[in-house]
């Protein structure tokens, strides 16, 4: 399958640079381990940038899909370069190009990234969720409205990796901590109660059904009980432990995980996510927040608490591939035991042929950048001597009744022509005799150029690829068939 990795990181290719900008980006390092792990599942893999170049690289890379073709996917590490909603922007025109991908839709992410109304979506739902309030801009009045009591936790509303998370502890600290968040985010801040406890964090993985992974804990053995963004990074001085599964009894382990999955369905999630808990003196759960992109850093929560259950890295990001894939395709796309993909000939070529699309084309530019006009006995003597090798290859034989090797010449298999199928295609393109260069294959989106494309080497082409998905599913010397070449 062809797979597209998009990522944001280096490209600031936008119109203007303008709006909130992002934090985050996924280290060059674990996009190249992606790629190779889905390389070594079979994949034909690419990376790209997700800025305004990324439709046209798209179409470039995975061009629309022909009847019964299954189109390729998109591995989406994208979070976006700008706005407030950038995790949005790359599903969203995925979404309207159609082209299938990893992970959750627009719509959630939306939701996800605005913690408030993640807040607001679990409240109506019934999900345990720490008290809070939303403080627009430092100038708020106080006190803070009642149920609310030091210390608190202070965050950008829309923010995410725990950007401007900071413990407050009195009016004083407060203050401070919402005038910073609004000076460098220029947003709203999330004041939410604090929950003095364990932090717990659950992964999922897939869809029907949705699988919660083990529980992780975040041990802090110094410092503030906060899981901060420079702790994520590895630059806060401080050691973290992370222990999977978490040291949990069964009955706050399962409750933690059928919350988790709760909270996936609640706001829409796909293939992948992670929730964050906290565990209060009693061990009853807080939900804290949801992170619709699960990070795949290879030191990250949601991949450690894959490894316990067996999915080393290769196999978690092909697994990521798989669920997406059912998703969208059913189970004959994952090659599921009970579905298999090859069910019989016919449908083995035209596996073949929807899998090797980039080798037909370059076949089709390769022959259309032979010249061979009507009544020019160099280009058509170049050009039959090509096609001869290429289909004395598939163990096509010569048959003489119907060749005169100077305007007609025809193959056939072993079993021969009579009572079979015969393939017409013309060799010479028409050509006025006037001199000029031959016009040089290329290609746009929409359409394909070239000096007898259509009126020759198309026809070609689609003999000869149709002849070779015969060949590899190894019934093409049993089919009554011949192909039969000639010039004007």
């Known amino acids: 399958m062809k797979i597209a990795i998009i990522y944001n990181r280096d490209s600031k290719a936008v119109i203007n640079l303008f709006g909130k900008p992002n934090r985050e980006k996924y280290g060059m390092g674990t996009i190249d381990r992606i790629k190779k792990a889905l390389e070594e599942g079979g994949h034909q893999v690419e990376t790209f940038e997700g800025d305004k170049n990324i439709i046209f690289a798209l179409e470039e890379f995975m061009p629309t899909v022909i009847s019964g073709e299954r189109p390729g996917l998109v591995f989406n590490l994208s979070y976006g370069i700008q706005g407030r909603a950038r995790y949005t922007h ?3 025109i995925l979404e309207m190009l159609g082209i299938p991908y990893v992970g959750s839709g627009p719509e959630t992410h939306a939701v996800a990234l605005d913690k408030v109304l993640t807040k607001m ?7 345990p969720t720490p008290k809070f309030a939303v403080l627009e801009n430092p100038d708020f009045p106080l006190p ?9 936790i202070v965050k950008p509303k829309d923010e995410a990796v725990s950007f401007g998370l900071k413990i407050v502890n009195d009016d004083r600290e407060l203050r401070e901590g919402v005038r910073t968040i609004y000076d460098m985010y220029r947003s709203p801040t999330l004041v939410e109660e604090y929950i003095e406890g364990r932090e717990i964090n659950v992964g999922l993985l897939g869809n029907s059904p949705v699988e919660p992974l083990p529980p992780v804990e975040i041990v802090f053995k110094e410092g503030e009980r906060i899981y901060t963004y420079e702790d994520k990074k590895g630059i806060s001085g401080r050691t973290l432990e992370k222990i999977c599964p978490a040291p949990l009894d069964g009955k706050t382990a399962a409750k933690v995980q059928s919350l988790a999955i709760e909270t996936f369905r609640a706001l829409g999630c796909f293939d992948s996510a992670r929730v964050d808990f906290r565990l209060d003196a009693q061990n009853n759960p807080y939900i804290l927040e949801v992170n619709s992109m699960a990070s795949l850093g290879p030191d990250g929560s949601y991949v450690f608490a894959a490894q316990q259950v067996g ?18 395709f059913g189970p004959i796309a994952t090659g599921d ?3 298999p ?3 019989d000939a016919k449908t083995a070529a035209f596996t073949h042929l929807t899998q090797h699309r980039d080798g037909i084309e370059e076949e089709l530019k390769d022959w259309t950048n032979i010249a061979s006009w009507t009544g020019d006995p160099v280009g058509l003597g170049t050009m039959m001597k090509m096609l001869e090798q290429r289909l004395e290859g598939l163990g096509l034989r010569l048959s003489g009744e119907f060749t005169n090797k100077r305007s007609a010449w025809t193959w056939e298999t072993e079993a021969g022509l009579e009572g079979g199928t015969l393939l017409v295609a013309p060799v010479d393109v028409p050509h006025d005799g006037k001199g000029g260069y031959p016009i040089p294959y290329r290609r746009d989106p929409e359409w394909l150029y070239g000096e007898g494309i259509a009126s020759s080497r198309a026809g070609i082409t689609c003999v000869l690829q149709a002849l070779g998905a015969l060949d590899q599913t190894g019934c093409l010397q049993e089919k009554k068939l011949g192909v039969f070449l000639y010039t004007d």
């Open 121 to 127: 979506v679990l409240l109506q739902k019934g999900l």
């Open 341 to 343: 993909l090859l069910g």
């Open 144 to 152: 803070l409205q009642e149920g609310l009591h030091y210390p608190l």
């Open 337 to 339: 035991d009970t579905t």
């Open 311 to 328: 999915l080393d890295y290769p196999k978690l990001v092909n697994k990521l591939i798989e669920v997406a894939s059912l998703r969208y």
């Open 90 to 92: 790359i599903p969203g």
